[in-house]
Each structure stands twice: as structure tokens, then as C-alpha cells.
């Protein structure tokens, strides 16, 4: 059983930054892609970055392009999502996901387990 645990998350005003923390145990998911997600109030969760198993490839949404930047620890099970230039509109909780579904995957598609969130509020 795969268990996520997020953290990091806080309060911070617009143009500030955060870094994101996700630690996974009771199995090794060096072998997979990983990524964030985040769901803001009344609006659908959404895709925010994915990395490959390698960390050859990384993939941004357009609203987190240039701010955002993923990153994995494979030797201690980890990944990463540094914030920048934070704006009120990325205010939601993040989710961190794996797909172990798809060995050596390239990209995240449909997660298969989630960490339980973590809350980022940006005030302007």
C-alpha cells in the first residue's frame, strides 16, 4: 500500500513562494511518474505538474508556467514543487499523485493513489 504525505503548505502574500513536499512509504516510486494537483473551493481538481520516472521530462499547466517547478528525490522517495511569484488565484490544497500503473511512465495520466492535501493560501 502506497501511502503520500504533503507538506509545506501555508499562508503567504502574493509574490511570495513556497515549497511543496511529498514523501511516499510502503513502496519505492523511483519507477514511475509522479506530479501535484491542486482544487480550489467550488472548482474541479486540476492537473498542476507531472515528472517522469526519470526526471527527463516535466510537464507544467499553462497557469503554472515559468512560476512553478517540479523536481524528484528518487533515493529517498520524494518529489517536490517549488512556487514562485505566488498569485491569490493559486490559492486551493495540493495534492501530491502517483500512477503505478504504468512502469517507467513518462507522464502522469490517471493517478492511482493521492496524499491527502496540503493548503496554500496567497493573500493579495
Known amino acids: 500500500q502506497v501511502q503520500l504525505v504533503e507538506s509545506g503548505g501555508g499562508l503567504v502574500q502574493a509574490g511570495g513562494s513556497l515549497r511543496l513536499s511529498c514523501t511516499a512509504s510502503?513502496?519505492?516510486?523511483?519507477?514511475?511518474?509522479m506530479g501535484w494537483f491542486r482544487q480550489a473551493p467550488g472548482k474541479e481538481r486540476e492537473f498542476v505538474a507531472g515528472i517522469s520516472w526519470s526526471a527527463g521530462k516535466l510537464e507544467y499547466a499553462d497557469s503554472v508556467k515559468g512560476r512553478f517547478t517540479i523536481s524528484r528525490d528518487n533515493f529517498n522517495n520524494r518529489i517536490f514543487l517549488q512556487m514562485d511569484s505566488l498569485q491569490p488565484e493559486d490559492t486551493a490544497v495540493y495534492y501530491c499523485a502517483v500512477d503505478t500503473t504504468n512502469l517507467y511512465g513518462e507522464r502522469l495520466r490517471v493517478p492511482n493513489y493521492w496524499g491527502q492535501g496540503t493548503q496554500v493560501t496567497v493573500s493579495s
Open positions: 510502503g513502496r519505492r516510486l523511483d519507477s514511475y511518474a
